[in-house]
């Protein structure tokens, strides 16, 4: 394996960030999200692989003393598999506490009680039909978003019983651009009453939903770019995304008139 873990650095300086403290492991997988609880002390939950046995899920860690970060348990997930590094595995996690919902490709979404996070269990699985490659799960009070991994696929659940997700009827889509055609996004972000999808096909730039009725997702802008998409986080009125062989920042304060900011050319 190779050795991975948690990294916290000092941005007081923004152009001048510090790494102030590091907790290392070599059972980490890739993490493309990192949840957070507060509860009872300060925790935070990542990806998990287990070497050479390929199984994996996700893994707690305690971040009470910053100075510190270390593991305190993991759990496997049933069905992971690797190396297929797309298909049955973890690709990130979002932690509404006392739940931890994370999204497992091929094998949909799994609920986690974590009100222990020493000793967290699998409450719960929901395999989509068809079967749907879940990349970015967020949850928003009663609302899951759930998206897929180099798809243009989003479903929009129900967790008023949170343990227990419930697909929204209406909520079942498949993101398209403009003129209408499904796109694949790699990542997406939900961002107010809005899902940003980091488009990835015949053109990167960004597919914007909005979902303030989940039964009712409706397009309400695009903008392609001649990237190619990867992720896209969202702060007030720009939109940062990845676009593999550069970086963007977007204007988002108009939807009907985005405009690219800057690019950043990435070493």
């Not at 003393?65 to 593991?71: E, F, G, L, M």
């Not at 091929?106 to 395999?127: F, L």
């Not at 720009?238 to 950043?264: C, H, K, M, P, Q």
Request: aromatic share 12%; glycine share 10%.
């Amino acid at each position: 394996g190779l050795e991975g873990g948690l990294s916290f650095f000092d941005i007081s300086e923004p152009c001048e960030p510090k790494l102030f403290s590091e907790g290392l492991t070599d059972v980490m997988r890739e993490t493309h999200s990192i949840g957070f609880s507060h509860i009872d002390g300060a925790w935070a939950v990542t990806n998990h692989i287990d070497w050479p046995a390929f199984s994996g899920g996700i893994m707690f860690w305690d971040i009470s003393d910053i100075t510190a970060p270390k593991v305190v348990s993991t759990l496997l997930m049933p069905g992971f598999g690797y190396p297929d590094s797309y298909a049955r595995v973890t690709m990130s996690v979002f932690w509404q506490a006392p739940y931890v919902y994370v999204a497992g490709a091929d094998n949909g979404i799994y609920v986690i009680d974590a009100t222990d996070p020493t000793s967290p269990e699998v409450v719960h699985q929901h395999v989509f039909e068809p079967v749907m490659r879940t990349g970015q799960v967020q949850a928003i009070g009663n609302l899951l978003v759930v998206t897929a991994m180099e798809g243009p696929r989003t479903v929009l659940m129900d967790i008023s019983d949170p343990a227990f997700p419930q697909p929204i009827p209406g909520g079942d889509y498949l993101a398209r651009d403009a003129a209408g055609e499904p796109r694949e996004a790699y990542f997406t972000n939900t961002y107010g009453q809005y899902i940003y999808y980091a488009r990835k096909e015949q053109g990167g730039g960004l597919m914007i939903y909005d979902i303030s009725n989940p039964e009712e997702p409706t397009f309400r802008s695009d903008y392609v770019s001649d990237g190619n998409g990867g992720y896209v986080f969202v702060k007030e009125d720009i939109a940062y995304v990845g676009e593999s062989n550069f970086a963007a920042l977007y204007d988002v304060s108009d939807l009907d008139n985005i405009t690219e900011i800057t690019r950043l050319t990435l070493e």
